[in-house]
């Protein structure tokens, strides 16, 4: 069943509201636990730098999350996300330190369809770089 959400206004070139998300040590701590990923380049520098990273990094889908989360608070209903894809561009190296790593999501209906979806581009950075590529996101609206 997909869901259909609150009426919006939705034209090509509408923008979403933008998203910025601060990601600490201690939120890897609490993503690892949920997800069971506890890969150590999410939180060991020692393993992250001899593997060629940066440091410790965020999970891949936690930075996907987010993106996600800026478009379903958009519309208003997770329920009506019907597609999403991303490849993972680069990483995002989050610094031992109380303030972490910034993510950034941006968002602009690319097209809207006489299927009552609309497919949502997203731009997301971190310290000023494209953490992700090519991500898209399919709704349905009212």
Sequence with gaps: MTATVRAIDVAVGTELPEQTHQVTRADLVRYAGASGDFNPI???ERV????????????????????????????????????????????????????????TVRGRVGAVGEDGRARVDLTVTSGGEKVLSLARATVQLA
Excluded: C, K, N, Q
């Excluded at 593997?51 to 997770?78: F, K, N, S």
């Excluded at 597609?83 to 972490?100: I, K, L, M, S, W």
């Design 48 to 103: 992250a730098t001899e593997v060629g990273l940066p440091g410790v990094i965020a999970h891949g889908m936690l930075t996907m999350a987010l993106a996600a989360r800026a478009v379903t608070a958009w519309v208003g209903d997770p329920a009506a996300l019907v597609e999403y894809h991303v490849r993972f561009g680069r990483p995002v190296a989050v610094p031992d330190d109380d303030t972490g790593a910034r993510v």
């Design 42 to 44: 999410h939180w060991s």
